[in-house]
């Protein structure tokens, strides 16, 4: 037996009836229809240090390692091999829907070196390009030595912890 309702009528008289099953599949089709958006918008996760607007612009070559510190803040991690130098890491990841692995689209290290009397020697702003460590200061790619060795150690461990 079939539940039916009766509503109104149609042009000739005749009584029009509607089925409940079908109403209530519309109303739940409609709700679902709307919810679905709010949660496939993509999402952006930042990781790690967020470099203030204009920043590295208040470190001048011979700044103090004090001056960096107010500026930049603490360093991610501190390098003391031939030298003394602050690496600051981000990285950036988004993910297009949700319920989607995300996907690395940028990677920084700015590292700030300095020299015996601890005076800024060098600003870099390391990143990967076309996958190889690419600084976008300079816009070099830095040839071998132990910087770069620790550069590849550092994208290697993010990279190994987003996966």
């Avoid at 709700?31 to 958006?37: D, F, I, R």
């Avoid at 918008?41 to 240090?49: K, P, S």
Wanted: proline content about 6%; hydrophobic content about 40%.
């Amino acid at each position: 037996m079939r539940a039916t309702v009766t509503r109104g009528s149609d042009d000739s008289g005749n009584p029009v009836q509607s089925n409940p099953r079908r109403t209530t599949a519309a109303c739940l089709l409609i709700l679902a229809l709307g919810l679905m958006p709010g949660g496939c918008f993509g999402e952006t996760f930042q990781r790690g240090y967020v470099l203030p607007e204009g920043a590295l612009q208040q470190i001048p070559l011979g700044a103090s390692q004090e001056q960096v510190l107010i500026v930049l803040g603490t360093p991610s991690t501190v390098a003391t091999v031939s030298g003394e130098a602050f690496y600051y890491i981000s990285q950036r990841a988004e993910r297009p829907v949700s319920f989607m692995q995300p996907k690395i689209v940028d990677q920084r290290v700015i590292a700030v070196y300095f020299d015996k009397n601890r005076k800024v020697r060098r600003v870099a702003e390391y990143g990967l390009k076309d996958g190889k460590i690419f600084d976008f200061v300079s816009r070099t790619t830095p040839t071998g030595g132990a910087d770069l060795s620790l550069l590849n150690g550092l994208f290697r461990i993010l990279l190994d912890k987003t996966t």
